[in-house]
């Protein structure tokens, strides 16, 4: 069992930064692929960022691309999610994600957080 919690969301002006941390309880954090995903009013959920056990494995969706840094700290249980250049697009519900195995772009993620707002203004 994996217990995921999301923090750091907010109201940021377009151009501007949030970062994004999810703390995991739960003794398989270490092995776990972890993934964001994000879903905006009206849309579907969709994929976002996902890194691998030892983060060296990390993918992002183009929309995200060079705009987004997935990162991990397993002796801290937690995963992070850098956003810069925000834009009035991203404004979403963002969903941290853990599984076993490989990551996926793909929303068949085991255990999920309850999700963060981020919301930003033009």
């Known amino acids: 069992q994996v217990q995921l919690v999301e923090s750091g969301g907010g109201l940021v002006q377009a151009g501007g930064s949030l970062r994004l941390s999810c703390a995991a309880s739960g003794r398989t954090f270490s092995s776990s692929a972890m993934g964001w995903f994000r879903r905006a009013p009206g849309k579907e959920r969709e994929f976002v960022a996902a890194?691998?056990?030892?983060?060296?494995?990390?993918y992002y969706a183009d929309s995200v691309k060079g705009r987004f840094t997935i990162s991990r700290d397993n002796a801290k249980n937690t995963v992070s999610l850098q956003m810069n250049s925000l834009k009035p697009e991203d404004t979403a519900v963002y969903y941290c994600?853990?599984?076993?195995?490989?990551?996926?772009?793909?929303?068949?993620?085991?255990?999920w957080g309850q999700g963060t707002q981020v919301t930003v203004s033009s």
């Open positions: 994600a853990a599984k076993s195995g490989p990551p996926t772009l793909r929303a068949t993620y085991d255990y």
């Open positions: 890194i691998n056990w030892s983060a060296e494995l990390k």
